[in-house]
């Protein structure tokens, strides 16, 4: 069942007719496909008789304000099946001609007119075109009809609507600051990542710095499992067709994996999950209940078949690391196993400064078959996870539809500096998979149990998780974190056997450190360091070799003079919480 509009989703819908409408007038002939609501904002997919370019949205949005003057009133018409397809027929709107075929036929088919423009919609709609006032067209992009890239690619146009100029004045600043704070410039600029159309897109490459980041956050989660028990295990990156078969992956997400591989006839996969291989690792031998709880843990880079217009640098790939995790664990320790994964993944959000959070429980949809497994099952998995979030005093929403195929899911949205919420964490219950694998344990009295899983990944992917990091701290990431923490700048060349001394006592005490041995101007090297987002900066002259100190700079916060390198080390120490990644 489709959710309730709010009065603002109602309002960028309305807004979203209004640009289709404008659209039409200007591009006689135009056919228009789908136009939703979106956060922040609205698009519509239109097919037009001739291009439209970026150069067209202010013409476009003129005429908006146009047809919103005229205040015009928005009327609901509901019409018979066969009415309403003759009505988009003589209109020469074939995609709404799809759209109504498909539409089952017991559901009222409801169009809404405004003046002369007539579109197929649910609603709601706001009363009157005069109620639009606080709108931007934002951006133009490609699209495939229904996402399926053998269909005809359409124009999306972008835009944003709010209640006040107050508030859509706020939101455009907060968009240009976003583009400032972009991953995908930003982390060709720090040295981070890059995407190369020669090895593919979707399928970046990371370099030093990038590498030294990810190699950081893996250091980190790696210590803090180990800390709980976890069991480090390595899988391939390619399994059989029938392993994803078994797990119903193959019958569900076959459109979103890559073809299979022919190996001396059999067909095998780059791998889409990690679930199933750690299922094998579980299998490999017997389990006993004093065993459990089993908690297998993998940095395993998995492949998925993307649509090139769904990518975006980091956030959006088609090869990515997940911080993956199967616990298996008897049914009357899964609750306290739940609270455990959830601690960890809050302490995660803090460790990263991502302390404001919302949590999701995503329940199935009980009139979709996208599942598998009893319903049993799921009622289990379903109550499982709202009872340990009760007892947890977690605040969450609940989104029906939104569980994973084998089971539901908490989800944690972080909210970063900009305001935007992003899905990184994810924990999940499975009672399913046990029972395709056949998966069992001895209990206490000697007989076979099947053991409940729990998936969970608290960064979600690599990838994901530093494109989120590069935008919320705009390149200047927090010390820890920091791929290289300090550059020691020598003033003259004389001073560099110094600076080389520094680096390496530095270095021996665990921290990443560069010298900047250029022949350049001291205050050219501080641009260049302030530039490259290097939280410290030490500037070592005549004096520091004789006293035995570094002249400490501070990123964003200048000069900080000079101290022993003891009682600067104290002060990295100090700041990083005493630990070193």
Known sequence: MAQAMTDLETLRHSTA??????????????????????????????????????????????????IAQRDLPIERIELPRIDALKLVRELGQDYKVEIIEEIPEEETISFYRQGDFIDLCRGPHVERTGQIKHFKLLSIAGAYWRGDARNKMLTRLYGTAWFTEEELQDYLRRMEEAKRRDHRKLGRELGIFLISPEVGSGLPLWLPKGAILRDTLETFLKKEQLKRGYLPVVTPHIGK????????????????????????????????????????IYKSETRSYRDLPLRLAEFGTVYRYEQSGELGGLTRVRGFTVDDSHIFVAPDQLEDEF?????????????????????????????????????????????????????????????????????????????????????????????????????????????????????????????????????????????????????????????????????????????????????????????????????????????????????????????????????????????????VY
Request: glycine letters at 8%; one cysteine or more.
């Open 339 to 579: 609270k455990n994964v959830v601690e960890l993944v809050l302490y995660v959000f803090e460790r990263l400064g991502l302390e404001e959070y919302h949590a999701r429980v995503g329940l199935r949809d009980p009139k979709s078959d996208k599942y598998v497994g009893s319903d049993e099952a799921w009622e289990q998995a379903q109550s499982a996870i709202l009872q340990a979030a009760e007892h947890m005093g977690i605040q969450y929403t609940v989104a029906e539809g939104e569980a994973a195929f084998y089971g539901p899911k908490l989800d944690f949205l972080a909210k970063d500096c900009l305001g935007r919420m992003w899905q990184l964490g994810t924990v999940q219950v499975d009672y399913t998979l046990p029972e395709r694998f056949d998966l069992e344990y001895i209990g206490p009295d000697g007989q076979p149990h099947r053991p409940v899983m729990i998936h969970r990944a608290p960064f979600g992917s690599l990838e994901r998780l530093i494109g989120i990091l590069i935008e919320h701290y705009g390149g200047a990431f927090p010390l820890w974190l920091a791929p290289v923490q300090v550059i020691v700048l020598p003033i003259a060349d004389r001073h560099v056997p110094y600076a080389q001394q520094i680096r390496q006592r530095l270095e021996e005490e665990g921290f990443r450190v560069e010298v900047d041995a250029r022949n350049e101007k001291t205050g050219f090297k501080v641009r260049e360091a302030e530039l490259q987002k290097i939280p410290y900066m030490l500037v070592v002259g005549d004096r520091d070799m004789q006293n035995g100190t570094v002249s400490v700079r501070k990123r964003s916060a200048g000069d900080q003079g000079a101290v022993s390198l003891d009682a600067f080390i104290a002060r990295l120490r100090e700041e990083m919480g005493g630990k």
């Open 241 to 280: 067709l029938d392993l994803y078969k078994t797990s119903g992956h193959w019958y569900k997400y076959q459109e979103s994996m890559f073809h299979p591989i022919q190996v001396e006839n059999e067909e095998y996969m780059l791998k889409p999950m990690n679930c199933p291989h750690h299922i094998q």
């Open 17 to 66: 007719h209004l640009m289709a409408q404008a659209v039409c007038e200007l591009f006689p002939g135009t056919k228009l496909a789908i136009g939703p609501p979106i956060e922040d904002g609205f698009y519509y997919d239109v097919d037009p008789p001739q291009p439209i370019t970026g150069d067209d949205l202010p013409r476009i949005e003129e005429r908006m304000r146009e």
